[in-house]
């Protein structure tokens, strides 16, 4: 799978929100106070949030919940 990368500043709260397109879904990213959250989707699909204390550790899960999804979910034949 190939991973791509974006990263965006929001001006009105000096946050970083790094977006990232992994397998068909993407995946947002961003630090909310002492943990990480990532808004995991795929296009016209359901939101799913996963939060870690470590931007790492988050994006670890999410990758996992991706490789987790039935094939149907993930748009394979």
Not at 52 to 62: F, G, N, S, Y
Request: charged letters at 25%; proline letters at 3%.
């Amino acid at each position: 799978m190939i991973e791509t990368q974006r990263t965006m500043m929001n001006a009105d709260t000096s946050q970083i929100l790094e977006i990232l397109d992994h397998g068909g879904y993407q995946i947002r990213l961003t630090q909310t106070g002492l943990e990480w959250v990532a808004a995991m989707a795929r296009p016209q699909g359901r939101l799913t949030l996963i939060a870690a204390a470590d931007r790492e550790i988050v994006l670890v899960k999410t990758r996992a919940r991706i490789a987790a999804q039935k094939p149907e979910d993930r748009g394979a034949a």
